[in-house]
């Protein structure tokens, strides 16, 4: 897995072409899962199948807060909206926050989008506190 950075204008009306590079990535660095955050505008999250890194994909459906962007046997690209935050703390941590709740969804067997939720979370949560990770991200353990 990977964890970026990214700027929030990249959604901007191109995603056949950035799931064509994230497929190109993967590939090329033989890396199943990419989450790239993207600020504002939430995280991105393009997963490739392999029998190496499995998500089930129960409940991958459109709503409010998630947008599918592709969705084949092949790969799988879902954009999660973050949640409104009203007074931002600190930003230190809350990409380290990120991977935390991801990883944390993924070892518990979660899927997919239940694992950016958790992720995205944790983010949100670390972005309310001037602790790089803080305490209140114990309430995302289940």
């Not at 072409?17 to 890396?31: F, G």
């Not at 599918?68 to 990409?95: F, M, Q, W, Y």
């Amino acid at each position: 897995m990977i964890f970026v950075g990214h700027d929030p204008k990249l959604l901007d009306g191109q995603t056949d072409q950035l799931n064509e590079q994230l497929s190109e990535l993967c590939t090329r660095i033989n890396i199943p899962c990419i989450l790239i955050t993207l600020g504002t505008e939430g995280v991105l999250c393009y997963k490739k199948h392999s029998p190496h890194l499995h998500f089930p994909f129960n409940n991958l459906e459109e709503s409010k807060a998630i947008s599918i962007l592709k969705n084949t046997e092949e790969e799988v690209c879902i954009h999660v909206a973050a949640r409104p935050v009203d007074h931002i703390a600190s930003v230190s941590g809350a990409g380290d926050c990120m991977a935390i709740g991801f990883i944390c969804g993924y070892l518990r067997r979660q899927d997919l989008v239940t694992s950016v939720l958790l992720g995205s979370e944790a983010a949100r949560l670390s972005l309310l506190s001037y602790d790089t990770v803080p305490d209140s991200i114990q309430c995302l353990h289940g």
